[in-house]
């Protein structure tokens, strides 16, 4: 039973932690001894043997008589609170891995996107996957800037389909897609029949933008700065289609991304590109680096970019939607 060559005590039911593990979370959890050998099918010596051996392995006391019940000790709760998880969850891992394999095809599919992408990009690509997998849940989770990331850290969702400027070295981020920055503003508007135009005709008309702390409100504000042009806001408000309704009303002009704009827009609004000025957005595939991505998952991120999934584009970074 014992082994001291080595100086330390050595016992033979040490070399399978699980089993008396298994004995003594069904001790705690049944209060006694006869009845844990029932229901692991075991003699009653097999459990006191097992719960010595792990007591002797432990150096404490883990058990204790309540009148006819054993109970854990303080160390004994202790002890209970870390093993039972992982008794539990090794008992059931065949179980598990069977409905796992099973749900492949099903299951569940996590995406953070923002307003935009959600309403202009990824109609078609939804369709495209309800189509392949119709066994699968899929919920679109509508974030934007930080939200999207923690959700992404936290692994509450999958992956996430957006605009990134700045990338986490957490992250990574493939763009797929690129838009131009557009000027809109009502079609009547002396700007859109204006030959050469340049960011100091801008100067005159207050501007619809996002609120300051996305990231177009701060890339125009950049822009403006650097080329020492000045400019005024007239009304911050979140969300494209509201920001273009509010334009073909007359309220204001604004600087929004091509993803934005639709073939009913050309009706009320005119629109010039800025690119000369502004950079183009992009919008892509952001994963958070290591995830392990489910079958779903990468049916999804098929249908957005194939190539991402190959060994050599694992590694790229990337941005947060603002």
């Known amino acids: 039973m014992v082994d001291s060559r080595s100086g330390n005590l050595r016992f033979a039911y040490k070399g399978s932690r699980l089993k008396p593990l298994r004995a003594f979370c069904q001790v705690a959890r049944l ?8 229901a692991l099918y075991l003699s009653q010596p097999a ?21 006819r019940r054993l109970t854990p ?8 609170e870390l093993a039972k998880p992982l008794v539990e969850g090794l008992d059931g891992l065949a ?45 679109l989770h509508n ?67 996002p609120p300051k702390r996305l990231t177009t409100y701060r890339l125009v504000d950049l822009v403006f700065q650097q080329n020492r042009v000045p400019y005024t806001v007239a009304l911050e ?36 590109s800025l690119a000369r000025w502004f950079p183009s957005r992009s919008y892509g595939i952001v994963m958070r680096k290591g995830k392990f991505l489910s079958a779903q998952a990468r049916a999804f991120v098929e249908l957005i970019k194939p190539e991402l999934l190959s060994p050599r584009e694992q590694d790229r970074g990337g941005h947060s939607e603002r």
């Open 237 to 272: 408000v979140g969300g494209w289609e509201v920001i273009k309704q509010y334009v073909a009303m007359g309220l204001g002009i604004s600087i929004v991304t091509a993803i934005c704009l639709t073939e009913a827009d050309r009706q009320r609004l005119a629109a010039r």
């Open 143 to 209: 974030v934007t800037g930080a939200g999207g990331l923690d959700l992404l850290r936290n692994d509450a969702v999958d992956l996430a389909v957006g605009s990134m400027l700045d990338v986490p070295a957490d992250l990574t981020y493939a763009p797929v897609y690129s838009f131009e920055p557009m000027l809109i503003m009502p079609p009547d508007h002396p700007l859109a029949s204006k030959r050469d135009l340049t960011l100091q005709d801008l100067s005159p008309y207050g501007l619809i933008l």
């Open 95 to 139: 179980a598990t891995f069977r409905e796992q394999v099973r749900g492949l095809d099903a299951g569940e599919l996590n995406v953070a996107a923002g307003s935009s992408t959600i309403l202009y990009l990824l109609p078609g690509i939804v369709d495209a996957f309800r189509q392949g997998h119709a066994d699968v849940r899929l919920s």
């Open 47 to 67: 459990v006191t043997l097992q719960l010595q051996a792990l007591e002797r392995e432990l150096g404490v006391r883990l058990l204790e008589r309540s009148g």
């Open 73 to 80: 000790t303080r160390e004994g709760e202790l002890l209970y």
């Open 31 to 38: 209060g006694s001894v006869s009845r844990a050998a029932e």
